[in-house]
């Protein structure tokens, strides 16, 4: 067991780099695409902000969901990162450019992303305005800067990324500096609001910006919903979420292998194959060889007792390690995130990822860990974390077939109480044993 404050998976060693972001993100695109433009961004733009740790998935997950994209973010050096690794396409000189870009990629059809140098809440406003006078609009808008962390995280509008650096160094400053982002997170929440004015769905991505600008006055922020409410739950009300797991041996080939093993595994699930197969070419290893996808109740088991015969018969060179994203179906209290508007109210009731961890421990994980903070903040989250090794042995065999039932089946259970039909459904159909399910 571990207690700790580790964010999310990086604490609880199953962090696999930007690949997990891209995931998620990939997902919450496609499923955006499937609610409001008959399950395609072909053509469609999308507007966010942020291309650090985190929000540097963006540009890669819309292209990826066939969409264009525009990325404003604050510093030449991270939009710098992410055209040599690929997750960007091309920059913009200016504001007028990127619409020009924009135009000329949705019309094609062509799934390309944009950088702009910039600051967002200087930006969105503008944006705002051109739209207003009969400009182009977005198709969605979202936002990743690091607004969970006004000292570090968020550059305030008027301010250079020079000043903001010295400011960070110097504790005596942090007062000022925090005051100033969250002024300026303000202004960008209400760029979000009247987007969401014109009939633009505007989702929060889980930073927390909501909460800030409503700190500061803007008595609406919550007025667009966060993208698990609006997006993910109906996967989470399935047992579904990020599955990923890591290859021991550090031999890429292994993970190959397992890529072909879901698809023999899944052969209906199209959308997943697409995503290997695009992952495969398009996303680097970082650290050891890894591999995520979303599976769901009764899905997770059947792949790692496979896992776990593959390397039982020597298909695979080492162990594989599986987990998950810490953004899970039943593993989370975030009323902020993933358990923002919840049916029943239960937003902030942290029983659920203690149960998670309890049941996850009792069923044979390999380790767990229960943490506190991650995306929001500190003081806004608790979750729990799940790993198993899938050794080949007997005895991994009869813990992979409880702990990966177990796991997401938690997720069920949580939703199913909360009211949820497709819950109450899924648990049915898989024959979980709830009290609460008459």
């Not at 973010?73 to 990162?81: A, L, V, W």
């Not at 396409?89 to 924009?102: F, S, T, V, Y």
């Not at 209400?190 to 969401?196: E, V």
């Not at 899905?299 to 060179?317: I, P, Q, S």
Request: proline share 4%.
């Amino acid at each position: 067991g571990l207690f700790m404050y580790g964010q999310m998976t990086a604490g609880s060693w199953i962090y696999i780099g930007s690949q997990g972001i891209v995931q998620g993100t990939f997902e919450t695109f496609v499923e955006a695409g499937r609610q409001h433009y008959n399950n395609s961004l072909a053509g469609k733009w999308i507007l966010t902000a942020g291309l650090g740790g985190m929000g540097g998935a963006q540009p890669l997950a819309a292209t990826l969901a066939g969409a264009v994209s525009l990325n404003i973010e604050c510093q030449q050096t991270s939009i710098d990162f992410r055209l040599r690794t690929r997750y960007v396409d091309k920059q913009a000189r200016d504001i007028d450019h990127a619409l020009e870009l924009i135009k000329q990629h949705t019309d094609a059809k062509e799934a390309v992303s944009i950088a702009l140098l910039g600051n967002a809440a200087d930006v969105l406003p503008e944006l705002v305005r051109r739209a207003q006078a009969g400009g182009i609009k977005p198709d969605l808008v979202t936002d990743q800067t690091s607004a969970h962390d006004l000292i570090n995280g968020y550059l305030p509008t008027g301010w250079t990324v020079e000043q903001w650096q010295a400011a960070m160094k110097d504790p005596s400053r942090h007062a000022g500096l925090q005051a100033a982002a969250a002024k300026s997170c303000a202004v960008h929440v209400q760029a979000m609001l009247d987007f969401k004015a014109m009939g633009i769905p505007t989702v929060d991505y889980g930073n927390n910006i909501r909460q800030v600008a409503f700190d500061e006055g803007v008595k609406n922020a919550f007025d667009f919903p966060g993208f698990v409410p609006a997006y993910i739950r109906p996967l989470f009300c399935e047992g579904k979420g990020p599955f990923r797991w890591v290859a021991l041996s550090g031999d890429p080939e292994d993970i190959y292998k397992t890529d072909a093993k879901i698809k023999e595994l899944f052969p209906e699930n199209t959308h997943t194959h697409r995503w290997l197969d695009m992952a495969r070419e398009r996303i680097a290893f970082q650290g050891l060889p890894a591999r995520i996808c979303w599976l769901g109740l009764g899905e997770r088991d059947k792949a790692g007792l496979a896992f776990n015969e593959m390397v039982k018969n020597g298909e695979l060179k080492g162990p594989i390690v599986i987990g998950r994203d810490h953004l899970d179906t039943g593993s989370v209290a975030s009323p902020n995130r993933e358990t923002e508007s919840m049916k029943d109210g239960t937003d902030a009731v942290s029983d659920w990822p203690l149960l998670n961890a309890l049941l996850n421990t009792s069923g044979g994980a390999t380790w767990v860990s229960l943490h506190h903070g991650g995306g929001v903040g500190m003081g806004y989250s608790q979750h729990s974390g799940m790993v198993i090794v899938a050794d080949g042995t007997d005895a991994a065999a009869e813990r992979l077939a409880r702990v990966l039932v177990n796991d997401c089946g938690s997720g069920v259970m949580r939703h199913a109480d909360a009211g949820y039909e497709q819950a109450i459904a899924t648990a049915k159909k898989h024959k979980l044993n709830l009290p609460m399910i008459k």
